[in-house]
């Protein structure tokens, strides 16, 4: 074993903890030997939670591929070596662009929660062949929230929790799934606090809900009621800072206006929570000198989902909780995640394109049609949309009808196992990687991680593997790159000139952008980080876009700060902010918020009417799909023993309900949703509310054993989801309010037969 401790991240969540790891190697078995928490890391300060600690069983499963496949007619699958492979991928694509059009070919995914340099280097060959339709995870949650933002201010905001006097969770528990630096040390801080409250709005007694001062216990899909009546105590009892208003909000009375003509009383009992706990929480916000927000995916992903976006940022606006300590923040970006250019609508459905993505949702409906416009061709990175897209089956039929399928990933996984095609990436261990979840104000952090091991055998890190593809359309020659090339070789102040120089003269350098990064400046890099190549072009823009607040976090210029990313193994402050530059980060060009989206304040009009609840006698039950758990991650974590407990996924069920049905704890259920039907063991949780029941996320992902047995522990969540429950806005699904029939599974029946 090496005495070294080498620094990396936790790849489990958005956070990306700093970790330390001691490696060893084996008879060619690498592996993470020993794991703590980097001090040095600026953001994560040696924090981690208890999924750190199981990141082995991501560097060594039995899942993991080392060769490129191709499927054989009777779908089987062959290796094939990476030269035939990046040819026939290549020249399939090219076919799929000449005979239909570039656009017919989707992408979807490009990183999960920590490796965004692979889709970083994507765009290139997409551009090339004139693909510009795209999807991922984040236009399954987060595009209803891009949507109320862009209109508001321009651009994503993110509380300061640490520092914030009243902390807000709707629809959000940090104490599982984290989400914001340090969650665990923050929230523990918070609760200790006298002076500070925590406000969560949760059907679910959750671990973070214990901790509140402020618990709203929601009815579940009700949250629009609730966060409606929160908002209009503000304005009714004269609580929201009219300073703040007249100088920083454009619309404010129409709003409040709306607000103003809000049953309060009634909402709260529509929501299921006391009228007076509503108006005690909002006084308690209304006082407070900073106030922080956050939602996530219990609204995001529920009925009425937009709206609650917009209506919990009223929270901190009519209150001026923003661009002072502890308040709500607009951040800088080392690289943005959203992008503001997208094409409006997606070509078959004509579903709205919110930050560049097309919902997750109609991916299926976009392929599975004789329209003319449907795309033919896929590339999947880093995602596994078979299993994370609502509604699996009609999502594996699209899949399977594509006339050519290719995905990138580091495992044999459920959308894998459709493609055309499988390329093995190297994975984040064995290869420089970063997040661009990079959300903090008023210092703001990147980390570029160097590699551990080298590549296993077979794989390629996902840069290489990209500008192979583009090598192969051959439409950059080397007489293109050679003057770049020669100007690396002369220090990063020749190559920005000759970069700016070679970009106006030569405008097919312009598309295949991070291609000729990795090409020129790549092989100049040291310690095998040419995959960083693409952050020189990331660290000038940042430098560029936020100049006194980079210099402010000590680089003078891009280049001095593509150089301390290269250095710095543990991670770089890249920005530092001072309060006030929040206005400047508002895009609109007053630099005012700009309040009123009238669909909104329609929306706030008609929550008065009578709305019919989306279960039924054949439906009765609210199953929430897809919990975070202390042993969840996506579907990061394929091999099951990394669980300590909780090993099959228990559907969590009220009290009240199992001894309706007759449900035992440790029994077993059976869940029948409009989509489908499945087995899951039941666990009786005083946490859970009557009527709701909650399955985690993360299972239901096929493993095969030390032993050969092929396992499929626990339930696919999507198995029970239906793509038709979703925002109108956004087209955002309702994974968390899913109806359900639940019935006991005797166990006497099943040794009877
Ligand atoms: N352990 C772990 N952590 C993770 C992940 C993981 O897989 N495992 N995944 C990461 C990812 S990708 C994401 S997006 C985040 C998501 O993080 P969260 O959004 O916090 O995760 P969830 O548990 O899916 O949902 C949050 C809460 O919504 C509540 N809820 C259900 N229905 C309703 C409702 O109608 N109203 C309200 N107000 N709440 C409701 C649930 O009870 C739950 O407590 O977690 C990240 N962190
Ligand atoms: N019903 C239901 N569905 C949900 C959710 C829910 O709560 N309920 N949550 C939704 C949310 S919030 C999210 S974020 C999505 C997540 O869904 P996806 O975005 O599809 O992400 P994962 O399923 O985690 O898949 C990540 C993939 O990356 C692969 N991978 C790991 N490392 C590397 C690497 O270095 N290179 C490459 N190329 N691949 C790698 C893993 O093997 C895995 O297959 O699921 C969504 N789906
Ligand atoms: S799973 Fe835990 S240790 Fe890993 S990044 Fe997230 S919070 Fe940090
Ligand atoms: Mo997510």
């Given at each position: 074993m090496s005495a070294d401790w080498q620094p990396t991240a936790c790849i489990l969540c958005e956070c990306n903890c700093g970790i330390v790891v001691q490696t060893s190697v084996q008879d060619g078995v690498r592996t993470l030997a020993r794991i703590r928490g980097d001090k040095d890391n600026p953001a994560s300060q040696g924090y981690t939670c208890n999924k750190a600690l199981r990141l082995d069983h991501y560097q060594n499963n039995r899942a993991r591929l080392?060769?490129?496949?191709?499927?054989?007619?009777?779908?089987?699958?062959?290796?094939?070596?990476?030269?035939?492979?990046?040819?026939?991928?290549?020249?399939?694509?090219?076919?799929?662009a000449d005979a239909y059009g570039g656009e017919k070919i989707f992408y979807y995914g490009g990183g999960g929660q920590g490796n965004h340099l692979g889709g970083a280097y994507s765009g290139a060959f997409l551009k090339l062949l004139g693909s510009r339709y795209r999807s991922n995870a984040l236009a399954q949650e987060k595009t209803g929230e891009a949507w109320v933002d862009f209109q508001l201010y321009g651009g994503?905001?993110?509380?300061?929790?640490?520092?914030?006097?009243?902390?807000?969770?709707?629809?959000?528990?940090?104490?599982?799934?984290?989400?914001?630096?340090?969650?665990?040390?923050?929230?523990?801080?918070?609760?200790?606090?006298?002076?500070?409250?925590?406000?969560?709005?949760?059907?679910?007694?959750?671990?973070?809900?214990?901790?509140?001062?402020?618990?709203?216990?929601?009815?579940?899909?009700?949250?629009?009621?609730?966060?409606?009546?929160?908002?209009?105590?503000?304005?009714?009892?004269?609580?929201?800072?009219?300073?703040?208003?007249?100088?920083?909000?454009?619309?404010a009375d129409e709003v409040?206006?709306?607000?103003?003509?809000?049953?309060?009383?009634?909402?709260?009992?529509?929501?299921?929570?006391?009228?007076?706990?509503?108006?005690?929480?909002?006084?308690?916000?209304?006082?407070?000198?900073?106030?922080?927000?956050?939602?996530?995916?219990g609204v995001q992903q529920a009925p009425n989902s937009t709206l609650c976006s917009y209506l919990n940022k009223l929270l901190w606006i009519l209150t001026g909780s923003f661009a002072k300590p502890g308040g709500q923040h607009l951040h800088s970006s080392f690289a943005p995640l959203f992008s503001l250019s997208g094409v409006g609508r997606s070509p078959v459905t004509g579903a709205p394109i919110i930050a560049g993505l097309v919902p997750s949702n109609v991916v299926p409906e976009e392929i599975l049609t004789d329209h003319p416009d449907r795309f033919r061709a896929?590339?999947?990175?880093?995602?596994?949309?078979?299993?994370?897209?609502?509604?699996?089956?009609?999502?594996?039929?699209?899949?399977?009808?594509?006339?050519?399928?290719?995905?990138?990933?580091?495992?044999?996984?459920?959308?894998?196992?459709?493609a055309h095609y499988v390329l093995p990436a190297a994975n984040q261990f064995e290869k420089p990687e970063a997040t661009f979840f990079n959300f903090e104000f008023p210092r703001n952090?990147?980390?570029?991680?160097?590699?551990?091991?080298?590549?296993?055998?077979?794989?390629?890190?996902?840069?290489?593997?990209?500008?192979?593809?583009?090598?192969?359309?051959?439409?950059?020659?080397?007489?293109?790159?050679?003057?770049?090339?020669?100007?690396?070789?002369?220090?990063?102040?020749?190559?920005?000139?000759?970069?700016?120089?070679?970009?106006?003269?030569?405008?097919?350098?312009?598309?295949?952008?991070?291609?000729?990064?990795?090409?020129?400046?790549?092989?100049?890099?040291?310690?095998?980080?040419?995959?960083?190549?693409?952050?020189?072009?990331?660290a000038q823009k940042a430098a560029v876009t936020y100049p006194d607040a980079v210099r402010r976090a000590g680089h003078a210029d891009g280049n001095a700060l593509f150089d301390a990313i290269l250095e710095s193994k543990s991670g770089v402050t890249f920005s530092v902010h001072e309060y006030e530059d929040d206005w400047a980060l508002i895009s609109h060009p007053d630099r005012k918020i700009a309040l009123v989206i009238p669909e909104m304040l329609d929306d706030i009009r008609a929550l008065a009417d009578d709305?019919?609840?989306?279960?039924?006698?054949?439906?009765?039950?609210?199953?929430?799909?897809?919990?975070?758990?202390?042993?969840?991650?996506?579907?990061?974590?394929?091999?099951?023993?990394?669980?300590?407990?909780?090993?099959?996924?228990?559907?969590?069920?009220?009290?009240?309900?199992?001894?309706?049905?007759?449900?035992?704890?440790?029994?077993?259920?059976?869940?029948?949703?409009?989509?489908?039907?499945?087995?899951?063991?039941?666990?009786?949780?005083?946490?859970?509310?009557?009527?709701?029941?909650?399955?985690?996320?993360?299972?239901?992902?096929?493993?095969?054993?030390?032993?050969?047995?092929?396992?499929?522990?626990?339930?696919?969540?999507?198995?029970?989801?239906?793509?038709?429950?979703?925002?109108?806005?956004?087209?955002?699904?309702?994974?968390?309010?899913?109806?359900?029939?639940?019935?006991?599974?005797?166990?006497?029946?099943?040794?009877?037969?």
């Open positions: 080392t060769s490129p496949m191709r499927r054989r007619p009777d779908g089987s699958y062959e290796q094939i070596d990476w030269d035939t492979a990046i040819t026939e991928i290549a020249e399939g694509f090219r076919g799929i994503h905001t993110r509380g300061e929790f640490e520092h914030a006097e009243v902390s807000v969770f709707v629809g959000k528990n940090p104490w599982m799934s984290q989400s914001f630096p340090r969650a665990r040390t923050v929230l523990n801080d918070i609760a200790k606090d006298p002076a500070r409250s925590m406000v969560v709005i949760d059907p679910v007694l959750t671990d973070t809900a214990k901790m509140a001062d402020f618990h709203l216990r929601v009815r579940p899909g009700t949250d629009a009621w609730c966060l409606a009546a929160l908002a209009a105590v503000l304005v009714q009892e004269n609580l929201c800072d009219d300073v703040f208003l007249a100088e920083h909000v454009h619309g409040r206006a709306v607000l103003a003509t809000v049953p309060i009383a009634e909402y709260a009992e529509r929501s299921g929570v006391d009228v007076e706990l509503v108006r005690a929480t909002a006084r308690r916000i209304a006082a407070a000198d900073s106030v922080a927000v956050f939602e996530d995916l896929m590339i999947v990175e880093s995602a596994n949309p078979a299993h994370s897209i609502a509604d699996s089956e009609n999502c594996r039929a699209a899949f399977e009808s594509l006339e050519l399928l290719v995905v990138i990933d580091v495992a044999m996984t459920e959308t894998a196992r459709l952090e990147f980390h570029l991680r160097h590699r551990l091991f080298e590549p296993t055998p077979g794989t390629l890190p996902e840069p290489e593997i990209w500008s192979r593809l583009v090598r192969a359309l051959g439409v950059v020659s080397e007489d293109d790159l050679r003057p770049l090339r020669d100007a690396a070789r002369h220090g990063r102040d020749a190559y920005t000139q000759a970069f700016f120089t070679e970009l106006a003269a030569n405008p097919a350098l312009g598309k295949a952008l991070p291609f000729v990064l990795y090409e020129t400046l790549g092989p100049t890099l040291p310690d095998g980080l040419a995959g960083a190549a693409a952050l020189w072009g990331l709305r019919p609840e989306l279960t039924d006698p054949e439906f009765p039950i609210v199953l929430s799909a897809g919990e975070r758990r202390a042993f969840t991650a996506n579907d990061i974590l394929r091999d099951p023993s990394w669980r300590k407990r909780d090993a099959d996924g228990a559907l969590r069920v009220s009290v009240e309900d199992a001894v309706a049905l007759g449900l035992v704890d440790g029994g077993r259920v059976r869940i029948t949703t409009a989509a489908g039907s499945a087995e899951a063991t039941v666990e009786i949780s005083a946490t859970m509310m009557a009527g709701h029941a909650a399955l985690p996320n993360g299972f239901g992902l096929d493993y095969v054993d030390a032993d050969g047995q092929r396992r499929v522990p626990g339930v696919a969540p999507n198995a029970l989801t239906s793509t038709d429950w979703r925002d109108p806005y956004a087209g955002t699904p309702w994974h968390k309010h899913v109806p359900a029939r639940l019935e006991a599974v005797s166990s006497k029946l099943v040794t009877a037969r």
